[in-house]
């Protein structure tokens, strides 16, 4: 848990960087219905509503973020060579080495996504849903895979990934930030 909690950290560092982009600042307009609703119930400033939803952001995604990096991860493992055989002979723990063996994968975009809720006393008054997507590669280094007949219960190890965290905006996703090489220690 300590671990996946500094990979929250670090992700978290992440979008700290991301906030100060022009791309980021750019974005704005994606979150104009949530900012207006924050003027409107606050009396803020459209400055200080921007901080809000952005401090929301750093808050509250680097769960989501690295929750999908790992389970990406699991549904990666099990597409290995090593796995399959791991499966058959009935292992309980199988130890997956770099290289050729674990290729980088592309992940599947997934798309975690932040409600936020603008509340007066106990009921909820409006409420805005803002839908990321994901995309990225993972790579799996030096990784031992706990396993259950044919179920995976725990990933030991590390997991570098990179990401593109992307706000969707209609049909089309608007790119806001690219993670280079990130390191998830898994235990």
Request: glycine share 6%.
């Amino acid at each position: 848990m300590a671990k996946k909690n500094r990979a929250e950290e670090e992700i978290r560092d992440e979008l700290k960087k991301m906030a100060k982009t022009d791309r980021f600042q750019q974005s704005r307009g994606e979150f104009s219905d949530v900012s207006e609703g924050l003027v409107a119930r606050h009396g803020d400033n459209e400055d200080s509503a921007w901080k809000e939803i952005t401090d929301r952001i750093i808050e509250f995604l680097p769960a989501y973020l690295t929750d999908g990096l790992i389970q990406c991860s699991r549904e990666a493992v099990k597409t290995t060579e090593e796995y399959q055989k791991g499966i058959r002979n009935q292992y309980s723990q199988l130890v997956i080495k770099p290289g050729n063996k674990f290729p980088k994968i592309a992940n599947l975009a997934y798309y975690p996504y932040l409600e936020f809720i603008l509340r007066w006393g106990s009921f909820d008054v409006l409420k805005w849903k803002k839908t990321f997507k994901v995309e990225g590669l993972v790579k799996l280094h030096e990784v031992t895979v706990i396993l259950n007949k044919d179920e995976i219960t725990g990933i030991k190890g590390t997991i570098v990934a990179s990401f593109t965290l992307s706000v969707c905006k209609g049909t089309k996703p608007w790119e806001l930030y690219t993670c280079e090489l990130m390191q998830i220690h898994l235990e």
